[in-house]
């Protein structure tokens, strides 16, 4: 079945980059995307990914997938301390005709100084 | 902001009343969603509304019943709810609802059953 795993901490010091990990079930995916979400508030998209690149960068977001791993990753350069959330995974499964996300627990980024 | 707009953000009910949630999306999008976000379980899509036609009932019990009277609008009517349905509710939209359009979140509507 489909199935997105992610740490559910992540722990770094303000200038320092960030890595957050993901795995995936579903190979059919056509997209992967990269939510944050900080307190109080909704989801906000941050990136996404089309499943024919290994790689996309957007200024401190650098993305990469291994699809034969089933591998997404999140590196933030410079975190600074407003980068402090929960990051969600998710991949996009088309069963049934629509489009529809399939997410992982969360990763909750603590930045300190 | 998205775009996507939930009221009212935080809601407290008890369990014999009658409530609703309703999001609006100015986007022009044609597919609308319902998530609940809960500290034990990750988030769980509810239904999905692809031009006003429900496409999917994610096995949700009957006392969620959602309404989509036009593509802009969804609501979720709550009632006789259960502590356990405590949980942040997410509306979300989408350009249609073909693999690969980008969902919309809004900022999420915070409920607490008592």
């Known amino acids: 079945g489909e199935d997105v795993e992610q740490s559910l901490f992540l722990s770094v010091r303000e200038g320092d980059s960030s890595v957050i990990n993901c795995t995936y079930t579903?190979?059919?995916?056509?997209?992967l995307y990269w939510y944050k979400q900080e307190p109080g508030a909704g989801l906000q998209l941050l990136t996404y990914?089309?499943?024919?690149?290994d790689m996309k960068q957007d200024q401190r977001l650098t993305v990469l997938l291994n699809k034969k791993d089933k591998h997404l990753s999140l590196r933030i350069a410079d975190t600074q301390t407003g980068d402090s959330a929960i990051y969600f995974c998710a991949e996009s499964s088309n069963s049934g005709g629509y489009n529809k996300l399939i997410f992982g627990a969360g990763t909750r980024l603590a930045v300190h100084p | 902001e998205t775009g996507v707009t939930q009221t009212p953000r935080h809601l407290v009910m008890g369990m014999t009343n009658k409530k609703s949630l309703k999001c609006e999306q100015h986007l022009g999008h044609n597919a609308m969603y319902w998530y609940k976000q809960s500290a034990k379980k990750p988030l769980e899509l509810m239904f999905v509304?692809?031009?006003?036609?429900?496409?999917e009932n994610n096995s949700v019990p009957s006392r969620f019943s959602p309404e989509c009277p036009n593509s802009s609008h969804l609501f979720l009517h709550l009632h006789t709810l259960q502590p356990e349905d405590s949980a942040l509710y997410l509306c979300?939209?989408?350009?249609?609802?073909?693999?690969?359009?980008?969902?919309?979140f809004g900022e999420g509507s915070w409920l607490t059953v008592v």
């Open positions: 579903d190979s059919s995916s056509t997209y």
């Open positions: 990914i089309f499943s024919n690149m």
């Open positions: 509304y692809s031009l006003e036609e429900r496409v």
């Open positions: 979300a939209s989408s350009p249609d609802r073909s693999s690969g359009n980008t969902i919309y």
